[in-house]
């Protein structure tokens, strides 16, 4: 645990006499710890307690303090020895205190604190302690916890995880609250493997934080505006609201870990087409949340990097903050929905609303409202992880729960189809795929196939455009685009009426397929359709007759 009110540094008083290896595994709160080795010296002295945070240099004689495995050999400077929950299994050039499983870690630090500082903890870490529980047990989250530790130090307090976004404040000024956001904006544009380094090693004088400790290092900090030099109180209160806070971060993610399996074994379950009763997959969904009993309409997304093709992202940081975000944007918009993260893949089963004593909503209805939800999805997305695109796609809406396993079907294939058509953050629904879902199960089964129709219908204008510098095939596509309207086309390519007819004519001459014959017509438009799913481009013309190379999109 690192205390600062500007740049990191260890706190504390310390005793007159050092406690000693030998005094600290005497403790009641220790019983049952282990040494290693066996036969490491006991009269080593132990003048302060440090949390194993990699960023704050140590008090000499330090007793390092870890919920996980040591550290590596050679320990830091100045560190003594080592508390730790797992034995080491590599060789640690310093004692290490091995806890037995099931011992209270809060008890064993405030015991340690009592042995090692006795003059820093009179009893407000106890008293901290029993007040920051009732808060923790009813589960009222980390505004009470921030609203308990405000009242025992006088002053704002805020809690925040380790992306620095905000969980939780009590007392904190409008001022102060812009204080923090431009200490965060700073320590976020150093953009290093973690952000909270570079905010609790920023001069911020007046501003004391708190690491919050996890089993694989920090997960958050506390903050609490309190004038400095902190008082050995102060610097107790704030260490028991960071123990807090691991406790509550603990069982959130326990939480969220067991909703996510029991969520991922039903979508599993319907995906896989099994048999699943109405009655039973209604109720397990409300168990989760979720109301399933009108059915639901299907949307699936990926998380990608838009510089690199096909590059799923699975940084955890920045996972979290992305299904916080979607998390948060759902709840708002459309509550009762059931959302889960798998393997990369974002699956949300939107159901209409409840009825209400009114007429039910329209299945259109619903499809136009999970359109809307997936485009703000999106924008969210940019907002809260700059740089990655989400690509979504949607179902249609099914009434019956037994059949949801044909939604997520159809979202699927619609977002495979958008990945084929280059729509990288864009939305795909299953009802605009149209004649591509035919293509898609070519493609799947047989690419040859579809490779060949595509050269016999479009070769020889690929081949013409290729040497002669010609428009053709944006041409047809722009033409296709515009439902064959020839005014509308001429109008799309800047260009004369007479020009687009000579250039439809041109291309009856090269394919001998006429434009103006129904089978010809949808010959062609599947051959340009064929062509984006082989993801081939699809030039589009532009103004002046110019080539570029913008992809179209689906039509």
């Given amino acids: 645990m690192t205390i600062s009110s500007g740049p990191v540094r260890g706190a504390g008083t310390r005793p007159p006499a050092p406690a000693l290896l030998g005094d600290l595994l005497a403790l009641p709160a220790l019983a049952g710890a282990r040494l290693v080795p066996p036969d490491a010296p006991l009269d080593r002295p132990v003048r302060s307690l440090a949390m194993a945070d990699g960023g704050a240099p140590l008090e000499p004689d330090a007793l390092l303090l870890t919920a996980g495995a040591p550290p590596s050999a050679p320990a830091p400077a100045g560190c003594a020895a080592v508390l730790c929950r797992t034995a080491p299994e590599w060789e640690v050039d310093v004692p290490v205190i091995v806890l037995p499983e099931g011992t209270s870690w809060t008890a064993a630090l405030a015991a340690l604190a009592a042995a090692v500082a006795p003059a820093a903890a009179p009893g407000t870490a106890e008293a901290a302690r ?107 209160v704030l260490g028991e609201l960071a123990e807090a806070c691991a406790m509550e971060h603990a069982r959130e993610e326990a939480r969220v870990e067991t909703e996510a399996r029991l969520r991922g074994d039903l979508i599993e379950e319907l995906a896989a087409g099994e048999a699943v009763s109405r009655e039973s997959l209604v109720r397990r969904a409300r168990h989760l949340g979720a109301d399933l009993s009108r059915g639901a309409v299907a949307l699936l997304g990926k998380l990608l990097d838009p510089h690199t093709e096909g590059r799923l992202i699975t ?59 997936a485009k703000r999805l999106i924008a969210a997305t940019r907002q809260s992880v700059p740089g990655l695109a989400l690509s979504l796609a949607l179902s ?16 699927q294939l619609a977002l495979s189809i958008g990945e084929r058509l280059g729509r990288v953050g864009e939305v795909t629904t299953f009802e605009e795929t149209g004649t591509y879902k035919l293509l898609f199960q070519v493609l799947t089964e047989k690419p040859g196939e579809l490779q060949v129709f595509c050269e016999e219908t479009l070769g020889p204008l690929l081949r013409y455009d290729e040497q002669y510098q010609t428009d053709l095939v944006a041409t047809l596509a722009t033409y296709f685009g515009n439902d064959c309207n020839l005014a509308e086309t001429a109008g799309t390519l800047y260009t004369h009426r007479h020009t687009v007819r000579y250039r439809l004519d041109r291309i009856a001459t090269l394919t001998g397929l006429d434009i103006a014959r129904t089978d010809d017509r949808e010959k062609l438009s599947l051959a340009l359709k064929a062509m984006r799913l082989l993801g081939m481009r699809v030039p589009a013309a532009g103004a002046g007759g110019e080539r570029a190379g913008r992809s179209a999109k689906a039509s």
């Fill in 396 to 411: 249609r809406h099914v009434r019956e729960p037994e059949r949801l396993g044909a939604a997520l079907g159809e979202a």
């Fill in 315 to 373: 940084d955890q940081r920045l996972v979290r903050r992305f299904l916080q975000q979607v998390r948060a944007t759902i709840d708002l918009q459309w509550p009762r929905a059931l959302i889960d993260w798998n393997a990369g893949r974002l699956l949300i089963l939107l159901p209409p609303a409840a009825p209400g004593g009114e007429e039910e909503e329209a299945a259109g209805a619903v499809e136009e409202r999970a359109l809307t939800l």
């Fill in 130 to 236: 029993a007040a920051l529980r009732a808060p923790l047990i009813e589960g009222r989250g980390y505004s009470a916890l921030a609203l308990v530790a405000r009242e025992l130090v006088a002053g704002g307090v805020a809690c925040l995880d380790e992306q620095l976004d905000l969980l939780g404040a009590s007392g904190v000024s409008p001022e102060q609250r812009q204080e923090l956001d431009e200490a965060v904006a700073r320590a976020r544009s150093h953009r290093p493997a973690s952000v909270l380094g570079p905010f609790v090693n920023d001069r911020l004088p007046g501003l004391a934080r708190v690491l919050v400790g996890g089993a694989a290092g920090p997960i958050g900090v506390v903050v609490a505006w309190l004038s400095p030099p902190l008082a050995p109180s102060d610097h107790n």
